[in-house]
Nanobody
Framework: QVRLVESGGGSAQAGGSLRLSCRMS????????MAWFRQVPGKEREGVAT??????RTDYADSVKGRFTVTTSWNTVDLQMNSLKPEATGSYFC??????????????????????WGQGTQVSISS
């Protein structure tokens, strides 16, 4: 059984930092595109950051470049979020593609690329 479980969400003030972690079981990160998505009520999930474990390439949404960093190990994918802004508020989901994955792996990749999802963790940033 494949499971992705996020942790590390919570509340922070603008300018602060949070670190999200996603632990996988039933699969590993090997040769996949791993992603973090954010969703706010009434809107579609949007890609925040991706990492290709085949190439180690990362990609970030313009809104978070220079402030967020995505890293991965064999069964985790983390998102370090610094200099947080109120617009970072939302539910954060980690996601994984099938393996091996050699197609696109960008922050704009569609949700349909990812068959595996976590349940989400809430982040709330106050101004």
């Amino acid at each position: 059984q494949v499971r992705l479980v996020e942790s590390g969400g919570g509340s922070a003030q603008a300018g602060g930092s949070l670190r999200l972690s996603c632990r996988m079981s039933g699969i590993t990160a090997d040769r996949r595109c791993m992603a973090w998505f954010r969703q706010v009520p009434g809107k579609e999930r949007e890609g925040v950051a991706t990492i290709s474990t085949a190439t180690d390439r990362t990609d970030y949404a313009d809104s978070v470049k220079g402030r967020f960093t995505v890293t991965t190990s064999w069964n985790t994918v983390d998102l370090q979020m610094n200099s947080l802004k109120p617009e970072a508020t939302g539910s954060y989901f980690c996601a994984a593609t099938s393996s091996p994955w050699y197609a696109g792996c960008q922050s704009g990749s569609p949700t349909g690329f990812f068959p595996y999802w976590g349940q989400g963790t809430q982040v709330s940033i106050s101004s």
